[in-house]
């Protein structure tokens, strides 16, 4: 079983900064891809930014230009790091990846649990 735990949110004002974390767990022989989606209340989730194994990046239009996706292959963990919030930015952010469990498996896709991430105007 793999999980995803995400750490960081919170409440921050428009035009600060904030940044969550991920970090996977359990039986992993490898990550493909990881990224974060979000959803807003009322809203479908949606995408905020995805990054290969190869660290390949693709930004959401809305959060090109402020938001930074990275992860660190050798400890199963990725990051966004989020600048200039602004009050559209609220919502829970949840973690995704897509995992291998065994050599020839196919690939799992896993979420976290989400986190909340609240911009005041």
């Known amino acids: 079983q793999v999980q995803l735990v995400e750490s960081g949110g919170g409440l921050v004002q428009a035009g600060g900064s904030l940044s969550v974390s991920c970090a996977a767990s359990?039986?992993?022989?490898?990550?493909?891809?990881m990224g974060w989606y979000r959803q807003a209340p009322g809203k479908q989730r949606e995408l905020v930014a995805t990054?290969?194994?190869?660290?390949?990046?693709n930004y959401a239009d809305s959060v090109k230009g402020r938001f930074i996706i990275s992860r660190d292959n050798a400890k199963d963990t990725v990051s966004l790091q989020m600048n200039t919030l602004k009050p559209e930015d609220t919502a829970v952010y949840y973690c995704n990846a897509a995992v291998q469990t065994l050599p020839y498996g196919s690939h799992l896709e896993v979420w976290g649990q989400g986190t909340l991430v609240t911009v005041s105007s």
């Open positions: 990054i290969t194994n190869d660290g390949r990046t």
């Open positions: 359990g039986r992993i022989f490898s990550i493909n891809g």
